[in-house]
């Protein structure tokens, strides 16, 4: 199979066994509930702007849309991606916001009423994208493939990554400070807006699917067969974190770097609250693989596969 077909699979097929240990201590801060998305496609990516508005997407070129805190959405039908399977969004506005898919980029001025093609130079399959601000954004992907705009992606370029590997994710702290990770435990650092990447050694060597920093010292990374990793130091060392569950784990992301969610497959939901010291279990409504998690402050949204959104409050 080739490889760019092989990564963007891979993600629909988390497969392994289910284990249970009991669930956090603190069920009352926080509750997840299943929301009705209107479709089965499989969904990739979430992200809201606000408290209100947010945009979900997944395959068959869908984009999903809520103004109302996730409680109903609505399902956008653009001809221009009516054909893509689009592996995650992000908006910097209530308007403005780009998804991205196997070698594109798309962007709305409109709130997603309406998309158009950015040019990028890659025939890559593209798999995150973070934007820092409305103009200065990157986007990973296959082959070590990392994109950098400064303008709103009127104008994206390649940066040199040294990388052959996948790259699953990528996030920046601020404008310079950012880590990529991404296939065979490649972890990717820069301090220079990406002008130079630096190999962070993570000590392993299986696929890392997601990477999320509360501050710029405070990190995790998370992947393949419940692998949890953590830095206390930017990532110049990294450390394995208790899990004793083996799902794959898919995203991970922090309130402050105290509390944090990580989500994967067969619905796993985990919970820390004292910086992954203890990681538990949390009540989960479903059992399809869960991809994406994103936070705006005491609200919480989880996507997955077969149309399956999680709200948290």
């Not at 190999?199 to 990477?211: D, H």
């Not at 985990?270 to 479903?286: A, M, N, Q, V």
């Amino acid at each position: 199979m080739p490889q760019t077909k092989h990564f963007l699979l891979l993600t629909v097929l988390l497969i392994g066994g289910l284990a249970y240990f009991g669930c956090s201590r603190d069920t009352a801060e926080f509750q997840w509930q299943q929301v009705d998305s209107g479709t089965e496609v499989h969904l990739y990516g979430v992200h809201f702007v606000d408290a209100k508005h947010g945009w979900a997407v997944g395959t068959e070129g869908t984009v999903l849309t809520t103004t109302n805190r996730g409680t109903t959405w609505n399902r956008s039908s653009v001809k221009a991606i009516s054909k893509n399977v689009l592996t995650h969004v992000n908006f910097t506005t209530p308007n403005n916001g780009w998804v991205i898919s196997r070698g594109g980029v798309f962007y709305t001025a409109s709130a997603g009423k309406s998309w158009n093609p950015q040019r990028v130079n890659t025939s890559a399959g593209l798999l995150d994208i973070h934007f820092v601000n409305a103009a200065a954004g990157w986007a990973v992907g296959g082959r070590g493939t990392v994109l950098h705009t400064q303008n709103g992606g009127n104008r994206w370029e390649k940066q040199r990554s040294y990388s052959e590997q996948h790259l699953w994710n990528v996030h920046f702290v601020d404008s310079k400070h950012g880590w990529i990770v991404g296939e065979a435990g490649e972890v990717l650092y820069t301090r220079t807006s990406g002008q130079k990447w630096i190999r962070q050694e993570s000590g392993v060597e299986q696929p890392l699917f997601a990477v999320h920093f509360a501050n710029l010292t405070h990190g995790w990374v998370v992947g393949t067969n419940g692998l949890i990793l953590h830095t206390s130091d930017g990532g110049q060392t990294w450390q394995r974190q208790e899990n004793p569950m083996k799902q794959h784990l898919r995203d991970v992301t922090f309130q402050d770097k105290k509390r944090g969610w990580a989500v994967g497959e067969e619905g796993v939901i985990l919970h820390t609250t004292d910086g992954g010291k203890i990681w538990e279990r949390y009540p989960s409504p479903t059992t399809h693989n869960l991809l994406d998690i994103y936070l705006f402050k005491n609200s919480g949204w989880i996507v997955g596969e077969r149309g399956i959104i999680l709200r948290g409050f």
